[in-house]
Nanobody, 127 residues
Framework: QVHLVESGGGLVQAGGSLKLSCAAS????????MAWFRRAPGQEREFVAV????????YYAESVKGRFTMSRHDAENTVYLQMNSLKPEDTAVYYC????????????????????WGQGTQVIVSS
């Protein structure tokens, strides 16, 4: 099973940017759809962004569309989440997740579909 470690979280002012990284080990990210989820205090974990294992398909939650960009660099065994124009409501613990799949362009947005999770990285956006 792939092992995931997130990094890049921190404290930023509203309107600022952060870039999260998710490094994989144990297995390569090839044939894994990758996603970011987040959990705000007192709330359920929610979908943020996903990228297919081919890299050809991405999909974003409406709340982050146009502000966040997900990318993958399989040679580095790493995926990224570039977060711009951050808002206080983006404050959450952000989790990276991986799903092994045969389908290169398929994306998955349900937490139950993912096989492996990182430990999370905290993002705090001050107003």
């Amino acid at each position: 099973q792939v092992h995931l470690v997130e990094s890049g979280g921190g404290l930023v002012q509203a309107g600022g940017s952060l870039k999260l990284s998710c490094a994989a080990s144990g297995r390569t990210l090839g044939q894994h759809a990758m996603a970011w989820f987040r959990r705000a205090p007192g709330q359920e974990r929610e979908f943020v962004a996903v990228i297919s294992w081919s890299g050809g398909s991405t999909y974003y939650a409406e709340s982050v569309k146009g502000r966040f960009t997900m990318s993958r660099h399989d040679a580095e065994n790493t995926v990224y989440l570039q977060m711009n124009s951050l808002k206080p409501e983006d404050t959450a613990v952000y989790y990276c997740a991986a799903k092994e799949t045969f389908w290169g362009h398929t994306i998955y947005t349900d937490t139950a579909q993912y096989d492996a999770w990182g430990q999370g990285t905290q993002v705090i956006v001050s107003s």
